[in-house]
């Protein structure tokens, strides 16, 4: 393996290792295309093992504050999902077939069982 591939892969476990932007997209491979309202409730979902109806709005502003802050733009800079704040539209980026591999294996090993039975990426 050379330098690159190394480094890309290095890159690729780095973000992947955040439960948060697993879960975020795993949500838009599904979809290939999310808004960032219901993908919050999702994700908090998924993160706090709760049914969405019983999300409450703290949870769900601490899961919003660390997507926008934190996961969206690391997806983003490396090409993986697109976004628009405004709008609150997410996509997934020319870079989301470089993780889509190793995302499928995490998926598989995810505590959560809906998780592990969502259909193949």
Avoid at 15 to 32: K, N
Avoid at 48 to 68: A, C, G, N, W
Avoid at 93 to 117: H, Y
Wanted: charged fraction near 30%.
């Amino acid at each position: 393996m050379n330098d690159a591939s190394a480094s890309r892969m290095e890159a690729a476990c780095s973000l992947l290792s955040e439960s948060e932007r697993r879960f975020l997209l795993y949500q838009l491979s599904e979809q290939q295309d999310a808004n960032l309202e219901d993908v919050v409730t999702q994700i908090a979902s998924w993160e706090f093992d709760m049914h969405p109806d019983r999300i409450d709005k703290e949870t769900r502003q601490r899961v919003y504050v660390s997507l926008v802050h934190n996961h969206l733009p690391r997806l983003s800079d490396h090409g993986i999902i697109e976004y628009d704040l405004r709008s609150g539209d997410i996509v997934l980026g020319e870079g989301f077939d470089d993780v889509k591999p190793l995302l499928e294996q995490f998926k598989q090993t995810e505590e959560l069982p809906e998780i592990r039975q969502l259909p193949p990426l």
